[in-house]
């Protein structure tokens, strides 16, 4: 059994995680830390994990997270870089589903971030945990800095594209245009994520530029090698769960004739949690709605040069709590897909 | 025209009495407060009122509210009390939409609100502003308490059956089951109004006890004239805006042959915002969305002795704005219905 | 592993039952059938279904249900009592989840469902799949009729109360305020379940007479051996799943001093599926999500002579389809909570 | 007083033309015809109407309307062509809200509609119903064909770019990628619009092509005078009204010293429902909820060479019904804005 503790199990990752790792079979939950909510049972406060977890929040200094084998932040930025040192010191392997080690330069970190970075020598080290793009460096990593929500779902969703020896599409002007239920806000008391303002109605946010933008053109030029320039917009849809990524590639000449089904399906052929759909297809986000899932679809518009790909997938599964327990399941040698086959909720 | 006065727009029933009063006739929008956002133009915090409301908000202090021929407090509870003997002093009108003018017996109201009640004198001119059960009163008051959403309902829901000569019912067995939308919460950052919450999501609150019971039995008993008793379960409905009151009331043997839907058709017959509606009918919340409309079912499932009502309001219009709207017609002498006939907004 | 066939798996009973089948360690998916769907894989019409069941629908006459262990309906009414009789005679069990097997008597079936009852016989020896009131006869049962999804929740809520030896509470005026979520409607194109006209809206229903009455008083009655009396008043919340049922009992004098939280705590000690919350507490449909558990709460308001009881499921898992599986677990002796362990999905 | 027919009230932007019509102080509502439902008043098929209109819905051969000055089609595809030329005759003006009068080419008509066009010699004579680009035609004009929901929002998001005397940006390479409420697919009983399927979930449709590609890029042409290109990609977002669309247009070298904000408010300086925002803007859909404007925010990311124009409408008032009206009042010589300056319902 993985000894497993959170720290940060309050938000809406953290719940969600605590709903994956209560199930999985080879996890045992050890430790789970807030300092607020010291001594509260987990399941006073989400009363959905009633009968399922029997831990209570403690707080940080009475946890023994040092005898965990693996410990998961579910904190706000800044964190996870402020405990991993100590954490690491003792063989404790660190998985942070916050920003501080996702971005390479700690120039840009703090430019978007709005703090210094303080440990760039962990940072070095660190792995970003997109599996479908990483997976040999996650099995031998000590650090995983989990790929953000809209990220994963632009990375994977451009990936086949970019991913071949030469350019197929032109890859300086990718455009994506993302729309994130709002638990993407996390649990926070803010107004603009109330019922009241944020139900039957839709807005763009963030069009100047949004955090998400340097760490996936970070990612792109990964899978690339070759420069990526991308315009991002995200968007608030009037739902819990779910990123639905609508991207737009324009073709390159030369790739005209390529058969984009096929190159997508090969892309993806082996990969478990990546479902790339028939042609046609329009994926929606609830068919992968709790589920590890994302789904596909590959369109080119009255066969014209503009390649338009459609990527769902639950926010806060694939794009959070999920993807780190498949990290885990990477580092800990377990079959990938352990504790993370659930069926998606529908309807 | 009567210049108006708004201390504290920030709100859901101050954008609410900014929709309504910018469209009224006769009313010149003159001043409105809020000490947090002075100078800051209302149309840039609600971009529904650009183009029809030109005002900024100003500081309490900045603001002559005293040029107002009346001022409705969309405030917490308390601020009204704190500024009303001024602006009685010098001829201003005051319409509270908050409880600092409902409850009669100030030890009630420091038990359920919690505060002192810093002039009962104010308190004992102070009209109940309900119209359809206190119009000669508010026609002469110059200070009203506007009731809440759910007491409005529930008071217009068991009227006819109190307002009689004799008890037709249990009088001290009265039941309400009440569901809100979320707005009737606030314009307030708490996680239990974030849509990732209260979505997808159906729970009842308060049960033990809730403000708007000593407020509705004293309204029931100033109808009856008699002892009331209740129980009041409000829920949460994941929408924005609407209350739906289920009332229920056991029949007294003498009343068994009563035409129920006749009583309420004539208890309201000359009402412009209580509609009943034929009988085996079931109103719908949004059937009165926007609007200052109410509208009434009254059932007798199995013709057995069991009296259901059901009713429907807005909760921010005949619950909150629109009916300080339609007080401050009637203390203005203007058609009560002035500024008050949109229709309602379907689907 | 249990043979299992599914008949109509095109509605929102049906897809449940196959999500958690799917998942269901001793189930071996056998067949589903549709006419209209024959050849159709699953999965093609529930994409979340990918990669989970392999299945396509067949026309009845193709598929080989007398090779099942169960079969279980999920179609309109009618459908299983003119199957039932030939899986019978092959030795399969049959598990109908929609109402030909509820009731006792043929002429309030016959009232209430518009159709003569076709085979008594088999209603006879049919079992009412209630597993908290009937599990041992469901043990021994070839014949199962599921409860409808409020009849459950009314059923659980008051049964306690009405299980003891004398009477607590006056049985003959009970009340039930139930709400459901529209995916309750089933999968069935209507004007009055789209979007645009259930959403942002509430309403009650039904309040002359809905068929889960008489399901539900037959059921009270059977708990108590005492004849029983409801007024049942269903209504429609915008969300998808979930009920939520706010149920009134009158205390008899001899029962002012019961303490009913202890009374609800033993009834349900050894039950899996029901969790009596601590007091005070307000469950929250989205607490069982999409889990086959039930939540209760009991409350007394103000200390009086009305007691509250809140009860919420899922209205297709323990409302439909969880509690099918419960039963198969039952009638196969398997643990009783086998393949129903999922976590709710909260947010 | 205009005396106004209305053909077929029995959709959304029937009900939404009646709740409009309604209020309009220079309206006579004369006559609104249903096959299905003749007889029934309109107020009980939509209780919010009710102390509105009081007119019943009659069968066509019954109404009279030709006595009427002008006639509006809320009708499916077809039906206006049908009646078209006998209402003309007798001096009765045409609007329709289907399709019969927006597409010049008749073969391009048919190709999208699967019908042929019965009378292309008044197509030759109808006008496209968008007063910001056709007020003069519309002033004299006798029959209009109204602009679909999507194409108003695309045309007026993209005209200012495309009005100049030379290109700004790639006009070959345009990209819409809109969202609409599910109140665009009409009050249709189909499974897709359903609370359970569209809700809490979000989708692209249509990326193959959609009926208002052709439209769109027919009035994009009309606007420029040049050659157009554009993909067009539309999604269901669970709300009930409100189209976001955001818009993408690649700047020509030779237009990167442009400011865009200035070019923005000038070419719509005289317009009374488009509002352009200040820069830097994010407009909601909730911020024209039920009311006739629309909002447009320009935004350059990053200073970069994509231009994104972010532009919302509600779908059922300046995406039809609305935009009738205000087409009815240019042709009858009134005030653009009578009857149409709701404020916009928030929250």
New interface residues.
């Given amino acids: 059994m993985i000894k497993v503790g959170i720290v940060g199990g309050t938000g809406?990752t953290g719940?969600e995680l605590l709903?994956l790792l209560?199930?999985h079979p080879q996890v045992q939950l050890t430790a789970i830390t807030s300092r607020k909510e010291d001594g509260l049972p987990v399941a006073d406060m989400?009363?959905?994990?009633?009968?399922?977890v029997s831990l209570a929040f403690s707080a940080p200094e009475k946890a023994d997270l040092n005898a965990c084998d693996v410990v998961f932040f579910a904190t706000p930025h800044g964190v996870a870089m402020a405990q991993a040192r100590e954490l690491l010191a003792t063989g404790v392997k660190v998985i942070d589903l916050a920003a501080d080690f996702r971005l390479r330069d700690t120039a840009v970190f703090e430019q978007w971030y709005g703090m210094p970075h303080s440990c760039p020598d962990i940072l070095g080290e660190a792995v970003y945990g997109l599996p479908e793009v990483n997976r040999d460096a996650i099995r031998k990593a000590r650090v995983i800095g989990l790929p953000g929500c809209y990220p994963t779902s632009m990375q994977l969703g451009f990936a086949p594209l970019l991913a071949q020896g030469k350019p197929l599409v032109n890859e300086l002007?990718l455009?994506a245009?993302c729309?994130s239920?709002?638990?993407g806000?996390g649990?926070?008391?803010?107004?603009g994520?109330?019922?009241?303002?944020?139900?039957?109605?839709?807005?763009?946010?963030g069009?100047?530029?949004h955090r998400h933008l340097p760490e996936t053109v970070q990612g792109l030029e990964a899978i690339s090698g070759r420069k990526a320039?991308l315009?991002?917009?995200p968007?608030l849809?009037?739902?819990?769960?779910?990123i639905?990524s609508?991207l737009?590639a324009?073709l390159l000449p030369e790739a005209r004739s390529t058969d984009f089904q096929a190159l997508y399906e090969n892309h993806f052929r082996n990969e478990r949690f990546v479902?790339v759909?028939p042609a046609?297809?329009?994926?929606?986000?609830?068919?992968?709605?709790?589920?590890n899932?994302m789904?596909i679809a590959v369109?080119r518009?009255?066969g014209?040069d503009?390649l338009?790909v459609?990527v769902?997938e639950d926010n806060?599964v694939k794009g959070a709590a999920g993807q780190g327990v498949q990290c885990m399941n990477i580092m800990f040698g377990l079959d990938e897909t352990t504790g993370l086959?659930?069926?998606?909720?529908?309807?």
Same sequence: chains 1, 2, 3, 4.
């Fill in positions: 809406y719940v709903r209560a199930a989400f009363p959905s994990l009633r009968g399922h002007g455009i245009d729309k239920g709002v638990s806000a649990r926070k008391a803010e107004i994520s109330l019922l009241a303002e944020a139900s039957d109605n839709f807005k763009a946010y069009v100047k530029g320039g315009t991002f917009v968007h849809v009037p739902m819990i769960r779910g639905h609508t737009y324009q479902d759909m046609g297809s329009h994926p929606e986000t609830r068919s992968v709605r709790a589920s899932m789904r369109h518009p009255g014209g503009l338009v459609l769902v806060l086959m659930q069926v998606p909720v529908l309807p």
